[in-house]
């Protein structure tokens, strides 16, 4: 089994960053991609952004250009660097990877944007 553990959410006013990390521990062998998406209530979960094993990313529109996202391999932690952030960024943020076909989530973190 594979574990995923958020941190980093909070409450922050518009224009203010967060950076979110994501590490996971356990039955770990051979990360692939890792990710972020997010939730709001009522509507589907969206992807944020993901990142390869390799390097490659992919990023939603709407966080194009404020958003990073990053691993370290060493520890197994994806991380989320969110600038600029918006009213309408407001949701809970769930991290995942996959590993040998096998996907995981995590619990998920909230963030509170404030105008």
């Known amino acids: 089994q594979v574990q995923l553990v958020e941190s980093g959410g909070g409450l922050v006013q518009a224009g203010g960053s967060l950076r979110l990390s994501c590490a996971a521990s356990g039955n770990i062998f051979s990360i692939g991609t890792m990710g972020w998406y997010r939730q709001a209530p009522g509507k589907r979960r969206e992807l944020v952004a993901r990142?390869?094993?390799?390097?490659?990313?992919v990023y939603a529109d709407s966080v194009q250009g404020r958003f990073t996202i990053s691993r370290d391999n060493a520890k197994n932690t994806v991380y989320l660097q969110m600038n600029s952030l918006k009213p309408e960024d407001t949701v809970v943020y769930s991290c995942t990877l996959t590993q040998l076909g096998q996907e995981y989530w995590g619990q998920g973190t909230q963030v509170t944007v404030s105008s």
């Open positions: 990142i390869t094993s390799g390097g490659r990313t």
